[in-house]
């Protein structure tokens, strides 16, 4: 069994900075690719950044130039730095990892943007 565990997320105004990290629970299973997804009130969820399995990254183009996913060597930890935060990233954040075929998802974690 395995479980993707996230943390780092809170309340933080307007031009802040946040950190997300998400860990593999079992480091012996190899999850690739991770990457993380976003879910504001009313909305779908939307891809944030990715790596892909050859560990090149895809952005969202409304988060590109502000945040940086980055990701350990063994694909057990992937971190995302979010910089320049605005009211509209507000949104419950969640890690993905493809386990094979089947997709794992983190429980997610709130992030809250004041203006």
């Known amino acids: 069994q395995v479980q993707l565990v996230e943390s780092g997320g809170g309340l933080v105004q307007s031009g802040g900075s946040l950190r997300l990290s998400c860990r593999v629970s079992?480091?012996?299973?190899?999850?690739?690719?991770m990457g993380w997804y976003r879910q504001a009130p009313g909305k779908e969820r939307e891809l944030v950044a990715t790596f892909n399995r050859d560990s090149s990254v895809k952005y969202a183009d409304s988060v590109k130039g502000r945040f940086t996913i980055s990701k350990d060597k063994a694909w057990n930890t992937v971190s995302l730095q979010m910089n320049s935060l605005k009211p509209e990233d507000t949104a419950v954040y969640y890690c993905?990892?493809?386990?094979?075929?089947?997709?794992?998802w983190g429980q997610g974690t709130q992030v809250t943007v004041s203006s």
């Open positions: 079992n480091n012996r299973l190899t999850i690739n690719p």
């Open positions: 993905m990892g493809l386990y094979g075929t089947v997709s794992l």
